[in-house]
């Protein structure tokens, strides 16, 4: 049994000890490493929503699904409270996960167009999500000490899935500062100034072996981005028909431009 990581140290010894997606999914799931995370995410779990009152809350660390051995990697902000944090998988059983899950449905990278529960069939065969905050937070901002103890698990991430790794889609500035540091922590090579944020945003990155990888950023699929129109369905298909594309080395991807953001949805 994974011995449960109770401070930022130990968040980094287990991230550097697990040697499968498995294994690295199995340590987040015990991870007790940010207080007021393990308070929120267990509160929620405990209180519920009305519409959720008779379901049992996951309430714990989300671990990342997909593909072991993925050639997109999906990097989210953080579990949503009624979502993820009470299902137990990414963007599964909210309207964001509606969003992500039919776009990728629609794109080929998912067998089904929604995500609803852990035991609903649904498979990535190319493609992994994961997120740069594997707890909810309360009201979806973790603070940067939060962020900071957490990304030893996506650094590890990033280095056990790298053989096949092709493209990462960070959705929103939260993901894409999350994905630039994580990359840079193994080996890849950030333009300077680092590359600012925006819907559609393309970055190809050098590591040294010579490899490429590319950056996609994406307005991430929140309720307030769906409802006010900032991101639509024919949006959200482009950069994930882009992703499609590049990751099997067609480098003709859609034509958009992109549309900087200083705000993390």
């Known amino acids: 049994m994974t011995s449960i990581a109770k401070s930022a140290a130990a968040v980094r010894r287990q991230a550097r000890a697990a040697t499968s997606p498995a294994e690295l ?111 909810a937070p309360p009201d979806n901002k973790p603070t940067t000490k939060e962020r900071d103890t957490c990304a030893p698990w996506l650094d590890r991430e990033l280095e056990l899935v790298q053989p096949e790794l092709r493209v990462v889609v960070a959705l929103g500035g939260f993901a894409w500062a999350a994905a630039l540091t994580a990359l840079a922590a193994r080996g890849w090579t950030i333009p300077k100034p680092r590359p600012r944020f925006g819907h559609g945003a393309q970055v190809e990155l050098d590591w040294m072996d010579s490899r490429g990888i590319i950056l996609l950023g994406c307005y991430h699929p929140s309720q307030q981005n769906t409802f006010t129109g900032r991101l639509t369905e024919s949006m959200l298909d482009a950069v994930f028909t882009d992703a499609r594309h590049l990751a099997v080395g067609d480098h003709a991807p859609n034509v958009h431009q992109p549309r900087p953001s200083s705000i993390p949805e």
């Open 25 to 135: 999914n199995e340590a987040i799931e015990e991870c007790r490493a940010c207080p007021r995370l393990v308070a929120w995410r267990e509160d929620v779990a405990v209180v519920k929503r009305a519409a959720y009152a008779d379901d049992t809350y996951w309430g714990a660390p989300v671990p990342s699904f997909g593909a072991d051995r993925p050639s997109i990697l999906i990097i989210g902000l953080a579990p949503g409270a009624h979502g993820a944090n009470r299902t137990g998988r990414m963007f599964t059983g909210d309207r964001s996960g509606d969003w992500l899950f039919g776009s990728l449905h629609r794109v080929g990278l998912a067998s089904s167009p929604g995500s609803v529960s852990r035991e609903d069939g649904q498979r990535l065969a190319t493609s992994r999500i994961t997120a740069a905050v594997h707890c």
